[in-house]
């Protein structure tokens, strides 16, 4: 359905822009306005999604004009918001996936060669006290000792690297939910939050817990790699 702009021809600067919704929303592109007869002012717009589908969107009050944008307080249709969610959804799900065990055992791995090593270490010097081996034999296995431990520190440092990398990643996968989440807060303390918004925030929120726990979990990890490294 495409409609027509009849004498109101001064709405024809919108056409072609980006629509936004006020909490930045980027709703696709506007291909065609609808405008009431008795108001004159705009009643629906014909949208481009982003997907390439289009959709009239209606349109209660028309914000701004500026930058090649119009943002405008409009009625979602429920569809979009459950595209969205599943959107939301997925791109956690991906973040969920992060294999926890698989690093909680190099975790263990890590305490374990590290503990190891360290007995190595007393072994040695208790048989050169003990004078069952001389300062040569206990110079040359030291020195290879000291391999074995700097081997160990580096990789402990990389593994480290590698958490800190991963808790980054998820950051800049969720900077949308949490600034989504934040939007909805903002407007449910302000009472301004649609039955629909509060649904979405109960699942953001859902969404939010889990990421927090991962990272969480991260840190804790983490944090014990840190001693370890230092311990060796």
Known sequence: MIF???????????????????????????????????????????????DGSRREIRVFRVLDISNGAVIAEVEIPQELVKKEEKIQKREVH??????????????????????DIREKYGKLLELLISKEIDLSIYTEVKDRLDKEREDIRLKCERKIKEIEDKIREI??????????????????????ITPEEERELQIIDEMYRNVEDLKKKLYTIRQELVSLCNQV
């Open 4 to 50: 027509k702009l009849g004498k109101y021809k001064r709405y024809r600067k919108i056409l072609g822009r980006r629509l936004y919704t006020p909490d930045g929303r980027d709703i696709g592109r506007i291909i065609s306005i609808k405008i009431g007869k008795k108001s004159g002012q705009i009643k629906a717009v014909l949208v481009e999604l982003p």
């Open 171 to 192: 950051d800049y996968k969720t900077e949308d939910l949490r600034r989504k989440r934040s939007q909805l807060y903002v407007k449910k303390v302000l009472g301004g």
């Open 94 to 115: 991906k973040i969920d996936i992060v294999d926890i065990e698989s690093i909680e055992r190099s975790l263990e791995e890590f305490r374990k060669k590290i503990n």
